[in-house]
């Protein structure tokens, strides 16, 4: 750990190997030391190189029979196969939901069912199954229906007794109380009863796993001799991007199906992935950064400032006019959506400041477009570092969204919340929840999260910036990329490889559209090297770069291709500095 704080106010902390079994992880696997070095911090042992650098499906296998309730639900689906009944489908409105909806839609496409899809309305509905949609389910005699992505803690809709002869299966991941809804069946890797290993997959890698066993006991019934049987694999890239865009852990069986998952967005298999990334001017091959930051956003923003079921109407298209026209539209909700954030971002701020001794930031506002909450959260974090709560309140009720940082469990702060009567609803997951409160409990709300959060220590609150190794400028060449390549795909649980250069000598510096700087290296060899910094001018660690002749600065950083250039030559993604004595 480095005494002093980074141009960023943030901890550096050097990752520490074991010397040794670098040595015999890259001579019993015939790579680099780097790589080797790289492998040892993600704790891949040498027996499993292989098929961490290799990653294939039919070796990794899951078994969704492990999941409660999956048997039961396989038998009920199977039935309404058989005797052709109509299926209802409630899915979330993020990409998680459409994703999940997608997959399980085409899957159908092979069958006779008539399937009727319905997306909660986000602004006016909000999250789940609600009356509006189980009254049509009832009226048009719909008597088995899927939530995904939702479902789990839908008590109040779910267990009326109107709905008694609806069959509802729920497929969800979030976060379960210790009672469940009064359903059919509950596929959710995490339900309090639940203990197989598939807890960190997304509602979409559920929902996947549930179409293998629904396939599986088909082939056993022989119901493929007269129709065409669903190729699973080819939905790897809708499971892809619902898995990345739901920021899971991008470990184990998420890593995998991301990675297969990508390839297909590469073949451009998918037409409506392929016109987003058309619309979205990428000109490299799509990574799951891509995902998360590119098409995610621009798929999230229908929902967040006009139509909820854009997305899932997108992805599930395959009319090439359709697509087009619903992209266009994206587009358009994405700028919105910007402009919108910007100016509730900029309010937040204002309150923010006044709250510089709390170990969580809790911010409101009357009319706050709903449908930014979450990004406003993040973006908070991503500055100050602290659990954040946003709401926006009408008269006399709050909708919020909370997000969180390492070591605090925010979902399980919520709940507990909402059973001691502090909100009217409320639940998600460890780094990500939802929430409704009444506007005159706010206060009690304030109380109750000071007491939480006065155990923690001050230190979890101090962003540290983990960087792999220390390297210089003349180790970055295309030996280095390929190695970094081998790891990806990149993202929570497999993050992208960061680095510290050291003996820094910058050439020259040059200012690009007023708010980024790029920078110009020459090796001991005389290769050149680029760097850039992204919107840091008017920052501390701009002022310092721009000045470099003044200082002994280290880089903190990740390495990838310049693909903007079309050059592919390695370059530095600047993302701190360290002032050297």
Not at 73 to 87: G, L, M, S, Y
Not at 318 to 340: A, C, G, V
């Amino acid at each position: 750990m480095f005494k002093e704080l980074s141009l960023l106010n943030n901890k550096w902390s050097l990752k520490d190997y074991n010397e040794r079994q670098v040595l015999t992880l890259s001579q019993r696997n015939k790579i680099s030391p780097i790589l080797a070095k790289l492998l040892t911090l993600r704790n891949v042992q040498s027996e499993d190189v292989e098929n961490y650098l290799n990653l294939n499906l039919y070796n990794n296998l899951p078994n969704p029979f492990l999941l409660k309730d999956m048997k039961i639900t396989i038998d009920r689906v199977i039935q309404a196969i058989e005797r052709n009944q109509n299926i209802g489908i409630i899915a979330d409105y993020d990409v998680d939901g459409s994703t999940s909806a997608a997959i399980l839609i085409k899957f159908f496409e092979f069958f006779p069912n008539k399937l009727h899809l319905k997306i909660p309305d986000r602004l006016n509905e909000g999250y789940g199954p609600n009356t509006r949609i189980m009254n049509y389910f009832l009226k048009e005699k719909i008597n088995l229906v899927f939530t995904l992505d939702c479902g789990t803690s839908s008590f109040g809709i779910l267990d009326d007794e109107k709905y008694k002869n609806i069959d509802v299966i729920v497929i969800d991941h979030h976060l379960s109380e210790q009672k469940l809804p009064n359903v059919f069946s509950i596929i959710n890797p995490n339900r309090f009863d639940e203990k197989s290993e598939y807890n960190e997959m997304a509602a979409v890698g559920v929902t996947f796993l549930f179409l293998m066993a629904l396939r599986k006991r088909l082939r056993q019934k022989n119901f493929f001799s007269k129709i065409k049987e669903p190729n699973l694999l080819s939905f790897l890239d809708l499971v892809a991007l619902g898995t990345v865009c739901d920021v899971v852990k991008l470990d184990n069986y998420n890593r995998m199906f991301v990675k297969i998952g990508l390839d297909l967005i590469k073949k451009r298999k998918n037409k409506s992935i392929a016109q987003i990334i058309d619309n979205s001017n990428l000109y490299h091959t799509p990574t799951a950064s891509d995902l998360g930051f590119v098409i995610g956003p621009q798929l999230n923003a229908a929902s967040r400032v006009d139509d909820s079921s854009l997305p899932s109407k997108l992805l599930i298209s395959n009319d090439i006019s359709e697509i087009e026209k619903i992209s266009r539209k994206l587009i358009l909700f994405n700028e919105k959506r910007k402009l919108i954030e910007n100016n509730i971002f900029d309010e937040a701020l204002i309150q923010v400041k006044k709250q510089a001794t709390n170990k969580f930031i809790i911010v409101h506002g009357f009319g706050w477009h709903k449908g930014v909450l979450g990004i406003i959260a993040s973006r908070l974090i991503n500055q100050f570092y602290k659990p954040t709560i946003v709401i926006s309140f009408d008269q006399t009720e709050g909708v919020g969204s909370a997000r969180s940082i390492n070591m605090i469990d925010l979902g399980s702060i919520i709940l507990t919340a909402k059973k001691k009567g502090l909100l009217i609803n409320g639940g998600g997951h460890k780094m990500a929840a939802g929430l409704k409160i009444k506007k005159n409990l706010l206060d009690d709300f304030h109380t109750y999260l000071t007491q939480c959060f006065y155990k923690y220590d001050k230190s979890i609150f101090q962003k540290i910036e983990e960087f792999d190794l220390k390297i210089t400028l003349n180790t970055i060449n295309e030996n280095l990329l390929e190695d970094i390549e081998k790891l990806e795909p990149f993202g929570n649980g497999n993050e992208e490889p960061k680095f510290i250069i050291s003996d820094v000598k910058i050439d020259y510096v040059k200012i690009l559209k007023e708010k980024h700087l790029l920078i110009f290296f020459q090796t001991d060899n005389s290769i050149n090297l680029r760097a850039i910094c992204f919107n840091c001018i008017g920052t501390k660690l701009g002022e310092y770069l721009l000045n470099y002749k003044n200082y002994n600065l280290e880089l903190g950083c990740t390495i990838r291709r310049d693909s903007y250039n079309k050059s592919l030559l390695p370059q530095m993604f600047i993302i701190d500095a360290m002032l050297l004595n």
